[in-house]
T-cell receptor, first 115, second 109 residues
Framework: NAGVMQNPRHLVRRRGQEARLRCSPM?????VYWYRQLPEEGLKFMVY????????ESGMPKERFSAEFPKEGPSILRIQQVVRGDSAAYFC?????????????FGPGTRLTVT | DAKTTQPNSMESNEEEPVHLPCNHS???????IHWYRQLPSQGPEYVIH???SNVNNRMASLAIAEDRKSSTLILHRATLRDAAVYYC??????????FGKGTSLLVTP
């Protein structure tokens, strides 16, 4: 059973360009979470999605960032007009169900560098 | 979710047991205690979780104080592959995990 897959693993964008990060959850998992990790810091929650629905986006910046998890295909985290401060590792996680008793399975991350 | 306090770093010898402490004095009755670890350049990996009773799995043991204000992750025989940052996380929602700074575990041969 394949784990959580993320692509690309590394992404370089110039300031002002768009970044699209993809996440395929584990088979059978319908809950997806995105986190961001700045250098030398712990992960920060960004958004929680179920198929076709955003459940909680309280950790996501209001501007330039958006996320979706369509009925078919991977979840996408989109960052428009990237700035240097967006440089970070972005991790996706998935779970079979939601609740404090359920663990999350994380992907290897996408490392975004903005030049 | 309530906050946790962990030592910044710990060191252990290979094949020795390791006890990683976590203080969570403001824990609420519905908070679960989760532990994750992150190896260098990888995504976090679930280790173990519990509510009130001690828990064991193939990776580790979790000892929870009777008043639940602290807990200890126990690695029974540390290996070089256990060198990682270990995060103690409280959650009652299960999804917006708050990864603080964690404890960086160094394992020496």
């Amino acid at each position: 059973n394949a784990g959580v897959m993320q692509n690309p693993r590394h992404l370089v964008r110039r300031r002002g360009q768009e970044a699209r990060l993809r996440c395929s959850p584990m088979k059978g998992h319908s809950h997806v979470y995105w986190y961001r990790q700045l250098p030398e810091e712990g992960l920060k929650f960004m958004v929680y999605l179920q198929k076709e629905n955003i459940i909680d986006e309280s950790g996501m910046p209001k501007e330039r960032f958006s996320a979706e998890f369509p009925k078919e295909g991977p979840s996408i985290l989109r960052i428009q007009q990237v700035v240097r401060g967006d440089s970070a590792a972005y991790f996706c996680a998935s779970s079979q169900s939601q609740g404090a008793v359920h663990e999350q399975y994380f992907g290897p991350g996408t490392r975004l560098t903005v030049t | 979710d309530a906050k946790t306090t962990q030592p910044n770093s710990m060191e252990s010898n290979e094949e020795e047991p390791v006890h990683l402490p976590c203080n969570h004095s403001t824990i609420s009755g519905t908070d679960y205690i989760h532990w994750y670890r992150q190896l260098p350049s990888q995504g976090p990996e679930y280790v173990i979780h519990g509510l009130t009773s001690n828990v064991n799995n193939r990776m580790a043991s979790l000892a929870i104080a009777e008043d639940r204000k602290s807990s200890t992750l126990i690695l029974h025989r540390a290996t070089l592959r256990d060198a990682a940052v270990y995060y103690c996380i409280l959650t009652n929602s299960g999804y917006a995990l708050n990864f603080g700074k964690g404890t960086s575990l160094l394992v020496t041969p």
